[in-house]
């Protein structure tokens, strides 16, 4: 007999909602994590709990995992709050965009609210002026994911999962070896590893590098957190190099600047020009950042598939291994759906009914897909 | 960006004015080179040659001063001097963005770069450190310099290191009474250094000039800080002990420091290896004071804490070196005052007593309010930075990054621009000449 029903490699926020969600329904669980848990990508990115209308699938899942975010009671260390989102329209082109993504929202049962350029103004007085107006999410979240991740872990724990520090080098066939020579078995074994390929390359996930910009504290400077329509271009294209305008109100009145998406660079490097046009891209839209003090410059590597849409449940197509399991290629949108993709994925393992479909996001779907030999040819 | 056209390149680009710093300057720039020094102070000089501006008055009818020499060198030779400018990042090879007076963004291009950066104090956390009237001992001095009345206040120096001897005669000529001079390493632990600056003279003639100045003020070797204490918010006195007795002393003002730290950031920056140190880390430099990146040399306390007569050696042997001209008739003197900066490493080695200091509500991080036991309870620096926000300050982990280092043997921050905190738009100028012109 096995000594664990499931063994979770990463304990990024992925890994530890999943231990958590697996745990609590009465799953033996294991968690194995190389480095500081949230230590990976996990570590990098901006925390926006946001519902994003760029396919089906995605609206279902973020809004389904935004509810579950909802109900959470936190401990204060998250930070979790609900500024809310506002989408900006710079021209009316974009402001005709606003009413079509209202009714989408709508029929998705995700509250909003259409700001006239007045309205916008006022909400957002350091907002340049000129722009045509925006849409507010109210219910959409700000937090801290490393102790989002943090809490989930210390939830899994009391639920009974057993955190196992160390490197996994192999996983699959009902096991994991661990690079000291350990040996866990299990029924199942995830893979949440973040961007770190090294235990199955045949997963098909392209690393898209992000640049932010964390500053000093300017409480009140900005109240909701801010992004330009025109992110969904950018953060919709397969292809090439982007900026947009993105910018979080911290809990500590520290200001969050993204953001960027750029293809072909793994190195945790810099990029001085994508930097360049990603602050003016943000001078532009809020033209007082520009005195604005910075502490901070870092990137961060998103783990993106070819729909966009992240890898969750059986490995099959990818892999022969039937005990193995993904929960990968989150792509900007690892934190938010972290509470819905453990769920799903709970419901999926312990054969319970599902409030919304897996079927999209199962790694099959990927089978032989172009991104997956390209990469790891 | 109105900045676009502000590149200057230089032939060699030393950033530091302290002693290292102009003294690399001056050989360089001696021996035909372009020469550019970048140093963030308002005037030359760095730490122990920090521009005094209530003395500035009196000195003109009073000899030159080595500070003043060194100035007066430093013109003589040609360089060109940009004050109020700080190096903050290195985006590419050859290149460095810097703020200017806080607000303008400049990038310099160069052949050769000398790092001479300098060290900064190293303040550890006992329960008390960071209320008001308890100060950095360098940074106390750097304040009566800048004109702030120490007249008639009852001053506790405590701490390690020479600078301690320094800021404790200084005090006692600008007016204060120094109450106490505490330092921790043991009487018998400061021998071998004491014999050793009865061979070389300029010390001993700096330490005779200090013992003077210091004479009548309460001398404790072997005692350290436990605790600072406060009456109704306001600074009391200062509890030490020497491991068996404990003693309150009376005093209005706390100088604290226990010796320095490299300022390694920017050569870390630049991609130069390192050495890890017991509070932080070194650059490696050869006999040349060449660093292992082509192209940039590094002297003076971020090599290692050695003191004056080593940052001078270190400059000149740079400085030569970068204009192509021979340096060894320097390199047996550089040798000694390396080893000078060993024994002073000895001498004012931490005791481990000094490690447990801090109570529990003990603030670690001062930029961000982490107190010792939400760190204490983190597995490593990575740890406690993501979960209780130590060191992600405007700081940086400048300040309670070593304190860690020596309080749990974490390993230091890692480095990421910029190094300073600048404005937006000096980040938007520098980078944009990226487009136009690189
Ligand atoms: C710039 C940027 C901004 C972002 N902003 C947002 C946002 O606002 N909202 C949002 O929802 N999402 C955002 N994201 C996305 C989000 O950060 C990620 O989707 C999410 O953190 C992924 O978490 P993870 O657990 O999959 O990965 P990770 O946090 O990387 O966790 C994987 C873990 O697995 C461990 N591991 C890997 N291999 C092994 C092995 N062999 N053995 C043991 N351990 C192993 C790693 O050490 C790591 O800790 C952003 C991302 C970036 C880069
Ligand atoms: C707070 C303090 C007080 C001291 N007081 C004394 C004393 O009273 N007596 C004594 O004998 N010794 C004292 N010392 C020690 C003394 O400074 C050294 O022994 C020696 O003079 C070091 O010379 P240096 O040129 O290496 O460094 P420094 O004199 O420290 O010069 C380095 C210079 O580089 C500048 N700099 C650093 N980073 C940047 C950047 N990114 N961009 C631009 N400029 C930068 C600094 O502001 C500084 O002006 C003190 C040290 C410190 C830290």
Redesign the interface.
């Known amino acids: 007999m096995h000594r664990y029903d499931l063994i979770i490699v990463g304990a990024g926020i992925i890994g530890a909602a999943v231990a958590r969600e697996c745990a609590r329904s009465g799953l033996r669980v294991a968690i194995v994590e190389a480095g500081t848990p949230g230590g990976g990508i996990t570590a990098a990115g901006m925390g926006h709990v946001v519902v994003m209308d760029d396919s089906p699938a995605q609206l279902a899942l973020t809004a389904f995992s935004r509810g579950l975010w909802r109900e959470e009671s936190f401990p204060v260390s998250v930070e979790y709050a609900s500024p809310g989102t506002i989408w900006i329209a710079a021209d009316e082109e974009e402001m005709a965009e606003v009413f079509t993504k209202k009714e989408t929202y709508a029929r998705a049962g995700v509250h909003s609210q259409v700001l006239s350029a007045p309205a916008l103004a006022a909400l957002e007085p350091n907002l340049r002026a000129g722009l045509a107006g925006g849409l507010l999410v109210p219910e959409d979240g700000v937090m801290y994911p490393p102790a989002a991740a943090a809490y989930f872990l210390r939830q899994a724990k009391e639920w009974g999962a057993e955190m196992i520090a160390g490197r996994a080098a192999r996983a699959g066939e009902g096991s994991v070896s661990l690079d000291g020579g350990l040996r866990l078995t299990a029924r199942f074994v995830l893979l949440a590893t973040g961007m770190d390929c090294a235990l199955l390359p045949a997963m098909p996930l392209r690393m898209r590098k992000g640049h932010l910009v964390i500053t000093d504290r300017y409480p009140g400077f900005v109240s909701h957190q801010l992004v330009e329509l025109g992110y969904l271009k950018s953060a919709h294209k397969v292809a090439g190099d982007s900026v947009a305008f993105n910018v979080q109100p911290r809990q500590t009145g520290q200001l969050l600047i993204g953001s960027s998406r750029q293809y072909g660079s793994d190195t945790v490097a810099i990029n001085q020009e994508i930097l360049t046009r990603m602050l003016q891209r943000a001078e532009h839209y809020m033209p007082g950042l520009g005195a604005v003090s910075a502490l901070r410059i870092w990137t961060g590597f998103r783990a993106a598939t070819e729909d966009k849409l992240p890898l969750l449940g059986p490995a099959e197509g990818l892999s022969d291994d039937p005990t193995l399991w993904l929960a990968v290629g989150f792509e900007g949108l690892g934190y938010t759906h972290a509470p819905g993709a453990a769920r799903l994925l709970a419901d999926r393992l312990l054969g319970r009914a599902s409030a919304m479909e897996l079927e999209p996001f199962l790694p099959a779907r990927l089978k032989g897909s172009a991104a997956g030999k390209a990469l790891h040819a | 960006m109105s900045a676009a056209n502000d590149i200057t390149h230089a032939d060699v680009l030393v950033v530091g004015a302290g002693p290292a710093g102009l003294a690399a300057a001056t050989a360089a720039a001696r021996h035909g080179c372009d020469v550019h020094v970048l140093d963030d102070n308002l005037a030359p000089g760095g730490q122990i040659w920090r521009a005094s501006s209530v003395a500035a008055n009196t000195q003109s009818t009073q000899p030159m001063s080595s500070r003043e020499k060194a100035i007066a060198a430093l013109h003589a030779s040609g360089a060109t001097l940009h004050c109020a400018t700080r190096v903050f990042a290195a985006?590419?090879n050859n290149v460095v963005d810097v703020l200017e007076q806080d607000e303008h963004g400049l990038r310099y291009t160069y052949r050769t770069l000398i790092v001479a950066t300098g060290a900064r104090e190293l303040m550890l956390p006992f329960p008390g450190w960071t209320l008001p009237g308890v100060l950095g001992a360098g940074g106390l001095q750097a304040l009566v310099r800048a004109g702030y009345s120490v007249a008639g206040k009852r001053v506790a120096v405590v701490g390690t290191g020479p600078l301690l001897i320094a800021v404790a005669a200084h005090l006692q000529e600008a007016g204060a009474r120094v109450v106490l001079l505490a330092e921790q390493a043991g009487l018998r632990t400061m021998l071998p250094l004491a014999a050793s600056m009865l061979l070389r003279f300029t010390k001993l003639r700096q330490g005779l000039h200090y013992a003077a100045r210091l004479r009548g003020t309460p001398v404790r070797m072997g005692w350290w800080p436990v605790e600072a204490i406060a009456d109704r918010g306001v600074l009391a006195g200062v509890r030490i002990t020497n491991g068996s007795e404990t003693r309150t002393i009376d005093c209005d003002l706390v100088a604290t420091g226990f010796h320095l730290v490299p300022n390694s950031e920017l050569a870390e920056l630049l991609g130069c290896a390192l050495a890890a140190t017991p509070v932080g880390r070194r650059v490696l430099v050869d006999t040349y004071q060449r660093t292992t990146r082509a192209d940039v040399f590094c002297v003076g306390e971020p090599t290692g804490i050695a003191g004056l007569d080593a940052a001078l050696l270190q400059g000149e042997i740079a400085g030569l070196t970068a204009a192509g001209q021979p340096s060894t008739h320097l390199h047996a003197r550089a040798a000694a005052e390396r080893a000078f900066g060993k024994m002073l490493d000895r001498t004012f080695r931490l005791r481990k007593a000094l490690r447990t200091l801090a109570a529990e509500d003990t603030i670690l991080c001062r930029c961000e309010d982490a107190s010792f036991a939400q760190v204490k309870a983190c597995?490593?620096w990575?740890?406690a930075k993501?979960?209780t926000?130590c060191g992600?300050?405007?700081c940086?982990g400048r300040i309670c990054g070593p304190a860690t280092r020596v309080v749990f043997g974490w390993e230091p921050a890692s480095v990421?621009?910029?190094l300073v905190?600048?404005?937006?738009?000096a980040?938007?100028s520098s980078?944009?000449h990226?487009?136009e012109n690189l």
């Open positions: 985006p590419a597995a490593g990575t740890e993501l979960q926000r992600m300050g405007p940086q990421r621009p910029p905190p600048v404005p937006l738009h980040l938007i980078t944009s990226h487009e």
